[in-house]
T-cell receptor
């Protein structure tokens, strides 16, 4: 069965430090992969997505992610974290349904805390 | 209004009440979704509508009843809920065949 694992429930980094959030998936075919961010009291905002092609994808707010097929991973990175990046981050796999829509399988999320 | 809106943002209801959640998308999309977000659990897909037709029901209890009168509006009717139904309910929309879903801010539901 398809699944997404985010092994880190909480991560704390200092402002200005680099960040890497881990995501591993289980899916038989080439996956469509996403990272979303959720600030307190808000819905989910798309950070970036991977469908095919270049395995290093750039997103909004200075985030990037790298797809590694051999490791079934899609880790999210940022070279220098800002205090406003404190939020919860979700990795997801998109699956095409027979009706032509996509449904997501989400990970459990990683909550990021940023120290001043 | 832009994007996906949800009302109310917060709702407290007793187990015998009947209430409805509303979602409206202003993006011209054809597909709409209901998700449940509980603490320490992954987001759970509840229902999918494509061109007003329900295409997915993820074994959701019948005390949750969705309605999609048109491609822009989605409702979730609630009745005789249980305390474990307390959660953040998120609505999303997408263009048919498109990968990206756009989420609303959610309704925080508390069942007492």
């Amino acid at each position: 069965a398809q699944s997404v694992t985010q092994p880190d429930i909480h991560i704390t980094v200092s402002e200005g430090a680099s960040l890497e959030l881990r995501c591993n998936y289980s899916y038989g075919a080439t996956p469509y992969l996403f990272w979303y961010v959720q600030s307190p009291g808000q819905g989910l905002q798309l950070l970036l997505k991977y469908f095919s092609g270049d395995t290093l994808v750039q997103g909004i707010k200075g985030f990037e992610a790298e797809f590694k097929r051999s490791q079934s991973s899609f880790n999210l990175r940022k070279p220098s974290v800002h205090w406003s990046d404190a939020a919860e981050y979700f990795c997801a796999v998109g699956l095409l349904t027979t009706s032509g829509t996509y449904k997501y399988i989400f990970g459990t999320g990683t909550r990021l805390k940023v120290l001043a | 209004e832009t994007g996906v809106t949800q009302t109310p943002r917060h709702l407290v209801m007793g187990m015998t009440n009947k209430k409805s959640l509303k979602c409206e998308q202003h993006l011209g999309h054809n597909a709409m979704y209901w998700y449940k977000q509980s603490a320490k659990k992954p987001l759970e897909l509840m229902f999918v509508y494509n061109f007003k037709e329900q295409t997915e029901n993820n074994s959701v209890p019948s005390r949750f009843s969705p309605e999609c009168p048109n491609s822009s509006h989605l409702f979730l009717h609630l009745h005789t809920l249980q305390p474990e139904d307390s959660a953040l309910y998120l609505c999303a929309s997408s263009q048919e065949g498109a990968y990206e879903q756009y989420f609303g801010p959610g309704t925080r539901l508390t069942v007492t």
